[in-house]
């Protein structure tokens, strides 16, 4: 594992990463010396992120996300990635609290939906999910995708939320390039993570994305690890020759893949067994030939949506500033009276 660290480290990164085949076996972040499910990556502002967590896309709110949760907080998971449009806050917020654990040993993550855009309706969208989780911070907000746009007007609104303390850490999810830059190019902080799909088929899509948040100091999260679950791909010769000359299975060697790429994990299970499965791929290795291998794959899996591509729209990027003005005015008016 040191080698890796090393290797993402080394200077020489970005010329290998630019040419092809070779940088399938590089990471595109520091990995830790000694991963596990309570290993963390790095994030801005002195935070840190678990390695892996559980996301729970489709888990049904009640007993079944409840218990999702619980078990994997109790097989060791210190991350939990949600979302308003999940639509199962409050039980992921009810299996937190009947955990036992301490709010702060667990990373809880949440998204801002699409039709929540905007400064004002920002403010309110994340007022509505602590409330449904029945916390007071999150440990990362996300802006769900670059959908409907007003997108500095809306960032702008979680750097709000960051400097209050309501979010430790902000992010974006399904954004690319265009949008990343639009963010800079204002010059307000860039997010700490971007939540995109990423798995060995569309690894050669996307690299141009994965050196621009390298680059940067975006972590990369990657949905869709597991390729959605979808049976004839985690079938793939490559992932079924590498379970096999390692004695893992499909699951554990894509999720492997994702790590040695760098890729903070969330793997979705509602099931027990698979949910422990999916975190013991901390005691072996791919080679760099099956990384390699592996990252050649090609294909889509058709069953998520691709925001990546939507137009960039930025909406008042002095709202957030007018605001500020308004209520530091309000205050110095309170305090003269
Ligand atoms: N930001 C976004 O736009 C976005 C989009 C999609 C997902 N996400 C996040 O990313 C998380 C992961 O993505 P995902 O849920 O779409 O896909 P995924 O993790 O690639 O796959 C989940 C599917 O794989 C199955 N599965 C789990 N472990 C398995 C194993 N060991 N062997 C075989 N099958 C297994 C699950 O079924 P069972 O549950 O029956 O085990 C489920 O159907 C989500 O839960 C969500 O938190 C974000």
């Known amino acids: 594992m040191a080698r890796m660290a090393r290797i993402a480290l080394a200077a020489g990164w970005l010329s290998l990463a630019a040419s092809g085949i070779g940088d399938a ?17 790095q994030l801005p502002s002195e935070r840190s992120i678990p390695i892996m967590g559980l996301g729970v896309f489709k888990s049904k709110p009640g007993p079944e996300t ?67 989780l029945r916390v007071d911070y999150l440990d990362l ?32 999810s399904n954004f690319g390039i265009p949008h990343l830059e639009a963010i800079k190019a204002h010059g307000r902080e860039l997010p700490a993570v971007n939540q995109i799909e990423m798995h060995p088929l569309n690894w050669q899509e996307r690299k141009a994305l994965l050196e621009w948040c390298h680059e940067n100091g975006v972590l990369v999260q990657a949905y869709g690890s597991l390729f959605f679950g979808q049976q004839e791909r985690l079938a793939e010769e490559a992932v079924t020759s590498a379970a096999s000359a390692k004695g893992r299975t499909p699951a554990q060697v894509l999720l492997r893949w994702g790590f040695q790429m760098g890729f903070q994990l969330i793997p979705k299970s ?25 990252s050649f794959l090609k294909g889509e899996l ?9 137009p960039v729209d930025l909406g008042d990027v002095t709202f957030a500033e007018k605001k500020r003005g308004a209520r530091s005015g309000e205050g110095a008016r309170r305090s003269e009276m």
């Not at 509602?270 to 760099?288: A, G, H, T, V």
């Open 25 to 41: 076996s590089r990471a595109y972040a520091t990995l830790p010396e000694h991963p596990s499910l309570t290993a963390k990556f």
């Open 66 to 132: 409840e218990d999702a949760v619980k078990w994997a907080l109790e097989h060791g998971y210190r991350m939990i990635d949600t979302a308003a449009i999940y639509g199962n806050e409050a039980s992921v917020g009810k299996a937190i609290r009947e955990s036992g654990i301490a709010r702060k040993e667990i990373f809880l993550a949440t998204k801002l939906w699409d039709s929540a855009h905007g400064y004002d309706q920002a403010h309110k969208a994340i007022r509505k999910s602590l409330q449904e």
């Open 141 to 172: 907000y996300l802006i769900h995708s670059p959908n409907t746009g007003k997108l500095i007007e809306t960032w702008d609104a979680l750097i709000d939320m960051k400097m209050s303390g309501l979010a430790h850490s902000i992010g974006v």
């Open 270 to 294: 509602i099931k027990k067994e698979r949910i422990l499965e999916n975190s013991q791929i901390f005691d072996f290795e791919l080679s760099d030939e099956e990384m390699e291998q592996l």
């Open 302 to 310: 058709g069953a998520y949506w691709q925001p990546l591509d939507a």
